[in-house]
């Protein structure tokens, strides 16, 4: 058996044992074998740098590709979005030359008609200048006969206007006011429209009010009139009931002249205040003139022994009232005094019991304030 190894640097052949040769050949097979798989990793190493180069490399290209077919489709719809405006561009130019050009044709169809217009009126009238001229003339005169009805018809139905106003108010004042007498004033007969003459009680008149409708536009020379009327009649009072009123007023105002300007909703309304200053001033002319005897009256019934019997008794009642007020204040005040003897008590015997409680409990106790001294105070 060969017992010698031969050195790989010398070439020298060295003798060895068995054993020592078994280690040396697996310490040369294991080396051998990691600069075998040194060699098999770099390998896979320079091989998989090399696939992956060269993948890159494809990919590079195929991006490239890419890039460039992106390039032509948008260049392709750049240039296809420029067309289609193009397109829509001269379709507009299009419609609007198509639209001018019938506007245009239009006008000069309507010149065309209004020269033919013109030629065939100016032939007519040279033809039939006089015809028309008593046309003319009869449509003059249909048209002031015209007039001149519808004038007479609306004074007619203004006068007709102002008749249903005041036959309304009428039949208001004599719904409202029953014990009232309403006058209506004949149609042609100088004066106001409606006189209502102010009933009391009793039957006999306190007043007078004078009513006045219109239905018209507003005339200041209405008020002049009915301040006259109401002077011939005596009336308390006069009010002009309009439904057209001036700009300042918007329910009802008195003039400086003592008439009444009222609108025709507020009209009852104010008849109920009006009648009521009638009926107070008819009463207090009544007293005023009654005075003198109400006086005497009163004097004699203060010297009477009635008077004496009737004041005794009330100074009576009086003095008994107080005589009683003073025995309840006395009787209360006894009870009051009791009750706070019986309070004090009570509140002595509870602080005591809260005392002794706080004792044997000490700050365990809940503190109850009113039975506490004041912060500070120990």
Request: charged share 40%.
């Amino acid at each position: 058996m060969n017992n010698t190894i031969k050195c790989n640097n010398c070439g020298a052949e060295i003798e060895v044992s068995e054993a020592l040769r078994h280690q040396l050949e697996e310490s040369v097979r294991l080396e051998e074998s990691k600069k075998f798989e040194k060699k098999i990793e770099e390998i896979k190493k320079q091989t998989e740098e090399k696939v992956e180069k060269e993948t890159q490399e494809k990919l590079a290209k195929e991006l490239t590709d890419k890039d460039e077919q992106i390039l032509k489709l948008e260049k392709r719809a750049q240039e296809a979005e420029a067309e289609e405006l193009k397109i829509r561009k001269e379709k507009r130019e299009i419609e609007e030359a198509k639209r001018r050009f019938e506007i245009e044709k239009q006008r000069q169809l309507d010149e065309e008609r209004e020269k033919i217009r013109k030629t065939a009126q100016q032939e007519v009238e040279e033809k039939d200048r006089f015809k028309f001229a008593e046309y003319e003339k009869k449509l003059a005169d249909m048209k002031k006969a015209v007039d001149e009805a519808r004038r007479k018809g609306d004074q007619s139905s203004q006068q007709l206007q102002g008749e249903v106003l005041e036959l309304d108010f009428e039949q208001l004042l004599r719904n409202t006011f029953l014990d009232d007498e309403i006058v209506a004033v004949g149609k042609g007969t100088q004066g106001a429209d409606i006189i209502q003459k102010v009933k009391g009680k009793s039957g006999r008149i306190a007043g007078i009010i004078l009513w006045e409708t219109k239905r018209a536009k507003w005339k200041p020379s209405w008020l002049p009139k009915l301040r006259e009327d109401a002077r011939k009649e005596g009336a308390s009072t006069a009010v002009l009931v309009s439904i057209d009123l001036p700009k300042e007023i918007t329910d009802f105002q008195s003039t400086p002249g003592g008439v009444i300007i009222c609108s025709y909703k507020s009209a009852v309304s104010l008849a109920v205040v009006l009648r009521r200053s009638v009926l107070h001033i008819a009463v207090a002319k009544q007293t005023a003139a009654h005075k003198d005897e109400n006086l005497e009256l009163l004097y004699d019934y203060l010297q009477s022994e009635a008077f004496r019997h009737r004041f005794e008794a009330f100074a009576e009642g009086i003095i008994e009232m107080q005589e009683n007020l003073e025995y309840e204040k006395r009787a209360m005040e006894r009870i009051w005094k009791k009750r706070d003897v019986q309070i004090k008590k009570t509140l002595l015997n509870a602080s005591r019991m809260y005392g002794e409680l706080q004792g044997v409990m000490g700050n365990a106790l809940p503190d109850i304030k009113p039975l506490s001294l004041p912060e500070g105070k120990k």
